[in-house]
């Protein structure tokens, strides 16, 4: 049925075509356009335009829009709902229309508070210790408590180059002076006497203040004749003036060797230096200083024939060669110009 009202409506729209004048035609008052014609005969005679009726017939949803009863009618889904929202015109709950300006906004109450005051950094001073570029210099050793202090060092004679005992240390004893070992500095006390021993106190970076003499063995090394024991050069705390040899904190062994402090005697006059060494039981035993140049030490040995038959060792003798004190300096003398 669609199909025949397709095709009557195609044959009345060619007829119209044919009707209507050309285009090159000059327009008179006689001639009219065909929509002049259609509306005057719809008004007149109820004429009814054909090609209304076809695109009604065919597409009748063309220039209207269809209800959803319609639309369900031919079959078709519902119309998607009208979105009645427009961006950017929509308002929020108590938001005014119109925007607020930067002016209106209320202006914050400084307060008469003093502010916190910000922390200035301090910068730690480097003290020459902690400065990688300051050479370690060996501190100067403590000065004893007494009105005759005495500070120098001590010469080895007896050696191929007769050297000082030096401030280097290895193992627990000192060595020779050399390039590496600068001389060991030494200061003490000479108000005892001549006869008297002394504490020789060195400033080696230690904590052990004394030079000292540490027995090598566990428990109280016995020097004598007939006896290979032996004591090394080294350090240890204070001992008393003529006490026997016992176990004290020493540089080579700590509390395992026994060690004594208070044993130089130096002779006044040539300023050599000797040993008195006490052995456990009081006795006091001949005594002979040996450098091992194997080890680099000094050892003090009771018996040089018996060290001798299991060690190797060279004869020396110490002296104490003190430190000039600078002299002072002599003010010169202000000329005076006389008036002429």
């Known amino acids: 049925m669609r199909s025949l009202s397709f095709i009557t409506g195609a044959i009345v729209l060619c007829l119209a075509i044919v009707q209507t004048p050309s285009v090159e ?5 006689a001639h009219h ?15 009814i335009d054909p090609l209304k009726n076809l695109f009604s017939n065919v597409f009748p949803s063309v220039g209207k829009e269809e209800t959803n009863a319609q639309r369900l009618k031919r079959g078709l889904t519902p119309r998607k709902p009208k979105r009645l929202h427009v961006a950017g015109r929509s308002l929020y709950a108590r938001q005014s229309a119109t925007p607020t300006s930067p002016d209106s906004l209320p202006t914050p109450t400084p307060t008469l508070e003093d502010p916190t005051p910000t922390p200035t950094p301090t910068i730690p001073t480097p003290t020459p210790s902690d400065d990688p570029t300051t050479p370690t210099v060996p ?10 202090v005495k500070s120098g060092y001590i010469q080895v004679t007896g050696t191929s180059d007769n050297g000082k ?7 627990g004893w000192y060595n020779m002076a050399s390039k590496n070992f600068q001389p060991l500095q030494v200061t003490f006390c000479a ?5 008297t021993p002394v504490n020789f106190v060195v400033a080696d970076g230690t904590s052990l203040p004394d030079l000292a003499f540490v027995g090598i063995g566990y428990g109280n090394i016995v020097l004598k004749k007939q006896s290979s024991s032996h004591a090394i050069l080294g350090s240890s705390a204070e001992t008393a003036v003529g006490s026997p040899v016992g176990t004290t ?9 026994s060690a004594q402090s208070a044993i130089w005697i130096i002779d006044p006059t040539t300023l050599a230096i000797t040993v008195r060494w006490v052995n456990p039981d009081g006795t006091i035993p001949a005594v002979t200083l040996l450098y091992a140049p194997s080890e680099n030490n000094f050892v003090l040995v009771g018996d040089v024939a018996e060290y001798s038959s299991h060690y190797f060792g060279r ?11 600078e002299p002072e300096p002599v003010p010169t003398p202000v000329p005076t110009i006389s008036a002429p």
Not at 25 to 29: C, D, I
Not at 33 to 47: F, G, L, M, P
Not at 249 to 257: A, I, L, P
Not at 315 to 325: E, H, N, Q, R
């Open 25 to 29: 035609a000059k327009p008179t008052a």
């Open 165 to 171: 005992v030096g401030s280097g240390m290895t193992s």
């Open 249 to 257: 904190d020493n540089s080579y062994g700590k509390y395992s060797y």
């Open 191 to 195: 108000d005892g006497g001549a006869a």
């Open 315 to 325: 004869v020396v003798t110490f002296t104490f060669v003190p430190i000039d004190p």
């Open 139 to 148: 501190d100067s050793p403590p000065t004893p408590t007494c009105a005759n």
């Open 33 to 47: 356009t065909h929509a002049s014609n259609i509306a005057r005969a719809q008004q007149e005679h109820n004429y």
